[in-house]
């Protein structure tokens, strides 16, 4: 998606967190946002007791699934958003009433909907006046038995739409960086998923964001995150370079600084310019030389271990 595309599309603000627009990727159900669902014991967990219990757990922005349209009052007292659930998706009175309240809507795509259908429930929230909605892809059932994420289906509402996209990872934290790179806004996890799961989100949204999506930062504080998301993938490229550059000098004949190749490193300094013209050559080349030499002394301990 270019970065026009990005900055034309309507940002929703769920609480204090913003999705879309130039923010960084939010990962919902880990660090930016929680949520909690109405749906279990089928919609006999009382609503007050339930989402009192999630606030009273968590201070930051709170979405909640209503099992139904009993539920919206004590949802509209305390949380900063609501999710229509997949299942929910084409029940037109709980989302006529969903959008009725006034908060930031995420619209789960149902299970066998498709693209016009899932837009439709987007419109029909902003036909009651609520244009604060949030797309999330939630899959659909395929013979791999379950459900399958279909990403370029989220991409497409993303840019038919203009809307915030959100990628449904539930419990599996595998398609994140994929989801990253088709351009979701944010992630969303179970309401029980694991600290395990969650860093694993974050790591993709911060280390795949940093690489694949232009932020706008409007703040100091903001442009500083957003450098800090760029260190983070700066560190594991690094990481990653110390231990390729190793493998060369284990195989070359001669390795390690005797073995040192200036040629190599002028070329590789040229074809980095090219992607970095602001630094050009001139400024690349003592950065990459520091590089370089980190790695042959890291190879040079290690091959003396
Ligand atoms: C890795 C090599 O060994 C040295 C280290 C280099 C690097 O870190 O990129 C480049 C050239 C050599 O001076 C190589 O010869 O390719």
């Known amino acids: 998606m270019s970065q026009a595309t990005q900055l034309g599309r309507r940002a929703v603000r769920i609480g204090t967190l913003s999705i879309g627009d130039g923010t960084p990727v939010a990962v919902i159900g880990g660090d930016d946002a929680r949520w909690v669902s109405l749906r279990g014991h089928h919609g006999r ?3 007050d007791e339930v989402i009192g219990k999630a606030r009273a757990g968590w201070p930051g922005p709170l ?3 209503p099992f139904s349209a009993a539920d919206l009052g004590a949802v509209a007292g305390h949380a900063d958003g609501v999710v229509i659930g997949a299942a929910w998706m084409q029940d037109f009175r709980l989302v006529q009433a969903v959008a009725r309240v006034g908060l930031p809507v995420v619209v789960q795509r149902g299970q ?3 693209l016009e259908e899932w837009l439709a429930i987007a419109d029909y929230c902003a036909a009651e006046g609520n244009d604060q909605v949030v797309l999330c892809e939630s899959g659909s059932r395929t013979h791999l038995g379950g459900t399958t994420l279909d990403l370029a289906l989220m991409r497409a509402a ?3 739409s203009g809307r915030p996209v959100l990628a449904d990872l539930g419990d599996d934290p595998a398609l994140a960086p994929a989801a990253v790179a088709a351009g979701a806004d944010g992630l969303l996890l179970s309401c029980g998923a694991t600290s395990e799961v969650a860093e694993a989100a974050h790591e993709a949204a911060s280390v795949v964001g940093a690489l694949v999506r232009p932020e706008a930062p409007g703040s100091v504080s903001a442009a500083r995150a957003a450098i800090d998301r760029v260190d983070a993938a700066l560190a594991t490229l690094l990481e990653r370079r110390i231990a390729l550059a190793g493998t060369v000098q284990r195989l070359k004949p001669v390795g390690g600084f005797r073995g040192r190749d200036m040629d190599r490193e002028r070329r590789l300094v040229a074809a980095m310019a ?3 013209p602001s630094l050009g050559e001139a400024r690349l080349a003592p950065v990459m ?3 370089i030499e ?4 890291v190879a040079e301990e290690d091959s003396r271990r």
């Open 112 to 114: 066998a909907a498709t």
């Open 294 to 297: 980190a790695g042959l002394r």
């Open 158 to 160: 993303a840019e038919r």
């Open 289 to 291: 030389n520091a590089v």
């Open 45 to 47: 967990s009382s609503a």
């Open 63 to 65: 979405l909640v699934e």
């Open 274 to 276: 090219r992607r970095a």
